[in-house]
């Protein structure tokens, strides 16, 4: 499986970006992950046909989402603040479909797209 995934770029403080992440097969349990320079990868969401999961630290301000007919993925990012700056990881669990917010869960990661929060 072959992820891409895109929409980072450099906003403001209260701005909002769509992360999309497009998937060479069918994406039936995925999530998004975050790094921040100098720290560990940290969950940000997932999905799978159990439902969805969203971390405390954006719950109300992120939604994930995904278009089955796309192999697409989606991050919906609203109100960012500066500490949600950082690389924004797709990845796909292909084993089962339980939510997981363990990196080492995931089967195959995109490359990350930058996410950039001025104040």
């Known amino acids: 499986v072959q992820l891409q995934a895109s929409g980072g770029g450099l906003v403001q403080a209260g701005d909002s970006l769509r992360l999309s992440c497009t998937a060479s097969?069918?994406?039936?349990?995925s999530g998004w992950f975050r790094q921040a320079p100098g720290k560990d990868r940290e969950f940000v969401s997932a999905?799978?046909?159990?439902?969805?999961y969203v971390a405390d630290s954006v719950k109300g301000r992120f939604a994930i989402s995904r278009d089955n007919a796309k192999n697409t993925m989606y991050l919906q990012m609203n109100s960012l603040k500066p500490e949600d700056t950082a690389v924004y990881y797709c990845?796909?669990?292909?084993?089962?479909?339980?939510?997981?917010?363990?990196?080492?869960?995931?089967?195959?990661w995109g490359q990350g797209t930058l996410v950039t929060v001025s104040s």
């Open positions: 990845a796909v669990r292909i084993r089962d479909s339980w939510l997981s917010w363990v990196p080492e869960a995931y089967d195959y």
């Open positions: 097969g069918r994406i039936e349990n």
């Open positions: 999905i799978s046909a159990r439902g969805s």
